[in-house]
């Protein structure tokens, strides 16, 4: 429903925030990468299998208020995670375990580093204006990206056009027209 939809942001959010404060207490000696980098991606992990059910539920609802309160799931946890992905804490004690040096497995660094990789992509590193400013146009891009899906779904265009147009085109696909 509607309701269920709508209390899914806020249950998620709010467990994932709690994930988030556990890693960031954890002192700088104690961090371990089950600690802290495979806690981060667990978190990670439980939001999106949250999420990801009500969201497809935007692309395939034949209710307009589900896709409309799932679409905006989507817009609400996609720029949550522009919030994420931009807080300092997080990236901080990312990477005072990265610096630590421990000798992590090959997945394990990998996953570490491509953590690492995603707060420098969204600023982190830059200065406060510029790195607000990445934040920012992330957010609007988001929605930018969300409503043009919206358009591509709500389409009803069709045309007519006759084999002989279609020509060039592969068998398969025509035949399933």
Request: aromatic content about 6%; overall charge negative; charged content about 35%.
């Amino acid at each position: 429903t509607v309701e269920e939809i709508n209390g899914i942001s806020k249950n998620s959010i709010d467990n994932l925030e709690n994930g988030i404060k556990r890693i960031i207490s954890i002192s700088k000696q104690d961090r371990n990468f089950k600690n802290t980098a495979y806690a981060f991606e667990k978190a990670l992990c439980e939001i999106s299998d949250d999420i990801t059910v009500p969201i497809s539920l935007a692309y395939i609802s034949d209710k307009p208020e589900i896709r409309e309160a799932s679409q905006n799931l989507e817009l609400k946890i996609s720029q949550y995670f522009v919030d994420v992905f931009t807080r300092e804490d997080i990236f901080n004690a990312l990477n005072e375990f990265a610096l630590k040096g421990d000798k992590l497995a090959e997945t394990e660094q990998r996953l570490l580093d491509k953590m690492l990789l995603d707060f420098k992509k969204n600023g982190l590193g830059l200065e406060e204006d510029k790195r607000k400013e990445v934040k920012k146009l992330s957010k609007e891009l988001i929605a930018i990206e969300l409503k043009f899906s919206s358009n591509l779904r709500d389409v009803k265009d069709t045309i007519e056009v006759t084999l002989e147009e279609l020509k060039g085109l592969p068998e398969d696909y025509i035949s399933r027209l």
